[in-house]
């Protein structure tokens, strides 16, 4: 499609399994040639591990049911920890420039903004 000066990521990667996110941040940091907007949920108990290349990533499974919140054809998705999910962003090679946590909270994680840059 392009390259964009900001490129956002919202709602969308906390209802991915771990490649398909790993692929998402991938794809979105190679459109961006300044900024990174990320959305999403960030896991909190790490009750599950992802290997990337040898490093190891935490964060929470998680089932989407058939409920309008849910995904569309997606039964399992993956919320990374808070610092694995900005160690991701930096491996795209993004540099972060600020996170925020929503004031909007899911029971079992948080919501938070990611900011990038190149």
């Known amino acids: 499609y392009g390259h964009f000066d900001i490129v956002l990521c919202l709602g969308i990667l ?15 940091a190679g459109m961006a040639t300044e900024t990174v907007i990320i959305d999403t949920h960030v896991g909190t108990d790490n009750d599950r591990e992802y290997k990337l290349d040898g490093e190891v990533y935490h964060g929470d499974a998680w089932f989407e049911d058939d409920s309008p919140w849910s995904s569309i054809g997606n039964k399992y998705s993956f919320w990374f920890s808070r610092a694995d999910l900005l ?5 795209t090679g993004l540099k972060i420039t600020a996170e925020h946590r929503s004031k909007w909270r899911w029971p079992s994680g948080e919501r938070w903004w990611v900011i990038a840059t190149k």
């Open 14 to 28: 906390y209802h991915l399994e771990e490649q398909d996110a790993w692929s998402l941040l991938q794809h979105v």
């Open 87 to 91: 160690r991701l962003v930096r491996r």
